[in-house]
């Protein structure tokens, strides 16, 4: 059965750094990409970025930059997303996603994983 | 970057209705949009790829249309569980944006 699976929910305080895993199940790993998408309580869906497992290559939005991390470890079918110097609008439930775009650029997302909240309170 | 606008942000309609929601993008974008449900407390699902192609297992009475940068999704006939929230989502570049997001409600 194809399927995603992250980590449990993280409770963080302003500053610090949280890092999301993403196991994957199910199919050649590598055949897709890996995108992150983050929900804010009560706000729509926000894409922030993606991981070819094929390549390594990388795409992240822009207001990121310099605080998120993404990588793929394809020994382990586990994708990962870290964010850095946490702040309380970080707080959202984060899915990792299987995407169509294997190599070249994100696709769109066919599978979700179940997501994790993170919850950045001092 | 690309933008991707929904209207309405919200929709109330009867069960039975065919109701359309639309999305549009802030420069051409070929067909390269999906259209995605998500119901509370769960993670989004996929209906509707490349603007008008049916994902597997999707009931037909979902349907896409548009290119360029004016989209549609209708439903032909609104069942119980199709009240739900709808994103429309730009890929195959180098940002995938999500449109806002249009609740479809009961009336």
């Known amino acids: 059965q194809v399927q995603l699976v992250q980590t449990g929910a993280e409770v963080k305080k302003p500053g610090a750094s949280v890092k999301v895993s993403c196991r994957a199940y199910?199919?050649?790993?590598?055949?897709?990409?890996i995108s992150w998408v983050r929900q804010a309580p009560g706000q729509g869906l926000e894409w922030m970025g993606w991981?070819?497992?094929?390549?390594?290559?990388?795409k992240h939005v822009q207001k990121f930059q310099g605080r998120v991390t993404m990588t793929t470890d394809t020994s382990a079918r586990t994708a990962y997303m870290e964010l850095r110097t946490l702040r309380s609008d970080d707080t959202a439930i984060y899915y990792c996603?299987?995407?169509?775009?294997?190599?070249?650029?994100?696709?769109?997302?066919?599978?979700w994983g179940q997501g994790t909240t993170v919850i950045v309170s001092s | 970057d690309i933008q991707m606008t929904q209207s309405p942000s919200t929709l109330s309609a009867s069960v039975g209705d065919r109701v359309t929601i639309t999305c549009r993008a802030s420069?051409?974008?070929?067909?390269?949009l999906a259209w995605y449900q998500q119901t509370p407390g769960k993670a989004p699902k996929l209906l509707i790829y490349?603007?008008?192609s049916l994902e597997s297992g999707v009931p037909s009475r979902f349907s896409g249309s548009g290119s360029g940068t004016e989209f549609t999704l209708t439903i032909s006939s609104l069942q119980p569980d199709d009240f739900a929230t709808y994103y429309c989502?730009?890929?195959?570049?180098?940002?995938?944006?999500f449109g806002q997001g249009t609740k479809l409600e009961i009336k």
């Open positions: 996603a299987r995407d169509r775009g294997a190599g070249l650029v994100p696709g769109c997302i066919d599978v």
């Open positions: 199910g199919y050649t790993f590598t055949s897709y990409g």
């Open positions: 991981a070819s497992p094929y390549n390594g290559k990388t």
């Open positions: 420069q051409s974008i070929s067909s390269w």
């Open positions: 490349k603007a008008s």
């Open positions: 989502q730009h890929y195959n570049n180098y940002s995938s944006p």
